[in-house]
């Protein structure tokens, strides 16, 4: 019988796709972020064949400043990420909208789809969901013509 | 994908869940029950078609079987985790060690199948609107469902009894001794291998064959090898965070109302650690309160001529010296037979006994959450019943002439409680007289850590009957569930 390895009870960065989408479909759009919320990655499209304690292990470098992604901002229904530090150089801005998301059920909409962006970052949409007060857990989607894929998920914590 | 929503989950399926689920879904009620173990592989399991199914620790199954997780703070990140099968969970502590056991049916596999009622008064000065009234008939029913009785001198087959043992010490005091009632099937007459490490034959009632099977089909729905590593408040209820070991899979789980039944040990882990995780909030007398009810196990290697002390009933009876009258019982080492180990090795064992003095302590020990790790503390110096103990114990050493082995000052419980206790208010108690949290609507808590003091005497029955109290408060506020439960 395998045991899944779970340190904490939360520690998302051990959770499968699919076992992500299970816990997003629980999840109420909830208060809408404002200001600038930090980023962290995980459940990378591809990589859910890496057994958990591996992938926790590569989450985690990507939570170091290998990994220049540091958030978001969210001001009114417009939003852009940071680089370097928190409030550190935009890229990747969206606009932000309440819809009904992949599952059916209401998020928040982070559609990338601007003209300030360059057209490859035009294909993504970001769904948010709030998991507690002060955290939101989303994941980032792309666009096709056929549809949409989960590229991966991350969380924003207020500060 | 559409979230499983579920009207009432139970987490644990020990004396506090199994009997909530049991009531709850005999009233008509639809429950979840989750247990973090597996079903136990015992000719009744068997029977009912149940696939899934782990050994109990015995021949090359013991060393894999026997341990599911030791904790203690000085191993590499507080704890060791050994087996997901494994049967025994233990917590060390300098204070207070915790034993305690995982698998459908809870600790009716490890017990001794001692199932006593606590002095009449227990119940009473906890809460305005509870008393030993209230709950006398949910320990008429527990004891009734588990077939508890005494072993009568009539009962000649059943070796090792302390009241019909001819050979028993002089300084062993029976008389005016209270022998507990044990949820035993002695018509059997099979009486080897039904004790600490469960009974593979069920000669030993267990709440998984006795109280959950029949009703499987009926509402109640077991996800064994399920453990919950989280409850989270929300505006709906509550969102669960399980392990589901059985397909290596985490999975979220909402419920209108839970109920938390994981054990002492387990409950106060789960709600420290929400609590932590800012899952739960609130519940400021959380962890106050805790006791061991005065456990003191003890090796008394007697090494009688002759004598197999490992047959027989799970526990030989109770006992008082003729000078002292700490309550102390006799048991031998039932299931040494399936341990693989030297042949003179497990002669001598048979011919020693375990004793193990019990009272009720002061139950003025705390729970803290540090790191991410339960920490008791267990002040000894209140405590006069462990002191009798000790003393009791030295004595028997020098009436008998052989040392009578035990941790002085290092207590081990099999029974803990508290910790979540039932009481008046916030500040004082975690839950209300109806078992819910006091400031979490919704949430209620059915096992050991409930309850308001030490019992005194083997707890089973007191847990059970206040889940069954529990129920019956469920069952009167829902609508859709109406037969009588108690
Ligand atoms: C060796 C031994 C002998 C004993 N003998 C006696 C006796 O003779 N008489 C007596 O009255 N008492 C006896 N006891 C004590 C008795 O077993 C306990 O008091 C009783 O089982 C406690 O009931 P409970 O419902 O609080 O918890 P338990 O019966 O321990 O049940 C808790 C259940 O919850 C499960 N669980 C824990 N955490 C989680 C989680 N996170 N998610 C899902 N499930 C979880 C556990 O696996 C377990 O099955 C004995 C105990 C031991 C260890």
Redesign the pocket.
């Given at each position: 019988m395998t045991q899944i390895s779970l340190t904490t009870p939360i520690q998302l960065s051990d959770w499968r796709d699919q076992e992500l989408a299970d816990l997003f479909a629980t999840l109420p759009v909830g208060a809408a972020p404002s200001g600038h919320l930090h980023g962290k990655l995980f459940a990378v499209h591809g990589l859910t064949f890496l057994p958990r304690p591996l992938a926790r292990g590569l989450y985690a470098l990507l939570s170091t400043p290998l990994n220049p992604w540091r958030g978001k901002s969210f001001s009114n229904d417009k939003g852009s990420n940071h680089l370097l530090w928190l409030n550190g150089p935009a890229l990747g801005h969206y606009h932000i909208s309440q819809q009904t998301g992949a599952d059916g059920q209401h998020s928040l909409w982070l559609d990338y789809n601007v003209e300030r962006n360059p057209a490859l970052l035009r294909r993504i949409r970001g769904e948010a969901r709030q998991l507690r007060k002060d955290q939101w857990l989303c994941r980032m989607l792309w666009q096709t013509d056929r549809g949409q894929t989960t590229l991966l998920w991350f969380t924003l914590q207020g500060e | 994908m559409v979230a499983e929503k579920h009207d009432i989950i139970v987490?644990?399926?020990?004396?506090?869940?199994a009997t909530t689920a049991a009531k709850l879904v005999s009233a008509g009620a639809k429950v979840t029950l989750?247990?973090?173990?597996p079903w136990r592989d015992t000719d009744a399991i068997r029977a009912a078609n149940i696939s899934a199914r782990a050994p109990l620790p015995a021949g090359k199954s013991f060393f894999s079987h026997a341990l599911r997780r030791v904790s203690a703070s000085w191993l590499p990140g507080g704890q060791i985790n050994l087996h997901g099968d494994g049967l025994f969970d233990l917590h060390y502590d300098s204070q207070l060690s915790m034993?305690?056991?995982?698998?459908v049916g809870?600790?009716?596999h490890?017990?001794?199948?001692?199932?006593?009622r606590p002095a009449e008064d227990y119940w009473d000065g906890h809460h305005d609107a509870l008393s030993g009234t209230t709950i006398a008939a949910h320990y008429d029913w527990i004891l009734e469902k588990m077939g508890s009785r005494t072993v009568a001198s009539s009962d000649a087959l059943v070796p090792n009894s302390i009241i019909t043992d001819s050979r028993r010490p002089t300084w062993m005091n029976v008389a005016g001794v209270r022998q507990p009632e044990m949820g035993f099937r002695f018509a059997r007459g099979r009486f080897s291998n039904n004790s600490?490490f469960g009974s593979q034959d069920n000669s030993k009632v267990s709440l998984d064959e006795r109280l959950l099977l029949p009703l499987l089909e009926r509402g109640l729905s077991v996800r064994d090898r399920?453990?919950?590593?989280d409850i989270c408040q929300t505006d709906q209820g509550f969102r669960l965070t399980v392990k589901d070991n059985q397909h290596n899979r985490i999975r979220t789980l909402l419920a209108g109302r839970v109920v938390l039944?994981?054990?002492?040990l387990?409950t106060l882990r789960?709600l420290f650690s929400s609590r932590a995780h800012g899952s739960l909030n609130g519940m400021p007398a959380l962890g106050q309160r805790i006791g061991g009810n005065g456990d003191v196990p003890a090796y008394w290697p007697c090494n009688e001529t002759g004598r197999d002390y490992s047959t027989g009933t799970?526990?030989h009876g109770r006992f008082t010296l003729q000078d002292n009258h700490t309550d102390l019982t006799r048991y031998g080492l039932n299931g040494v037979d399936r341990i693989p180990m030297p042949s003179s090795l497990r002669a001598r064992l048979k011919r020693d006994l375990v004793l193990v003095g019990m009272g009720a302590d002061q139950g003025d020990g705390t729970a803290s959450w540090q790191g991410s790790r339960l920490k008791l503390n267990y002040p000894q110096r209140n405590s006069s019943v462990l002191a009798d103990i000790y003393t009791a114990f030295d004595r028997i050493s020098s009436l008998s002439g052989k040392k009578v082995y035990f941790l002085r000052d290092r207590p081990i419980t099999?029974?803990p409680f508290g910790g979540a206790r039932l009481g008046q208010s916030t500040a004082d108690s975690v839950i209300n007289a109806c078992g819910e949290v006091h400031d979490i609507p919704g949430l209620f808590i059915a096992?050991?850590s409930a309850l308001p003091a030490a019992p005194g005497v083997?707890?089973?029955?007191t847990?059970a009957a206040w889940a069954g109290h529990i129920a019956a408060q469920l069952i009167s506020s829902s609508p859709s569930t109406h037969q009588e439960v108690a």
């Open positions: - | 987490i644990g399926s020990g004396f506090g869940g989750l247990e973090r173990g034993i305690c056991s995982s698998g809870g600790g009716s490890v017990y001794s199948a001692m199932n006593v600490f399920h453990e919950v590593m039944a994981a054990g002492t387990n789960l799970p526990c099999v029974h096992d050991g083997p707890p089973s029955m847990i």
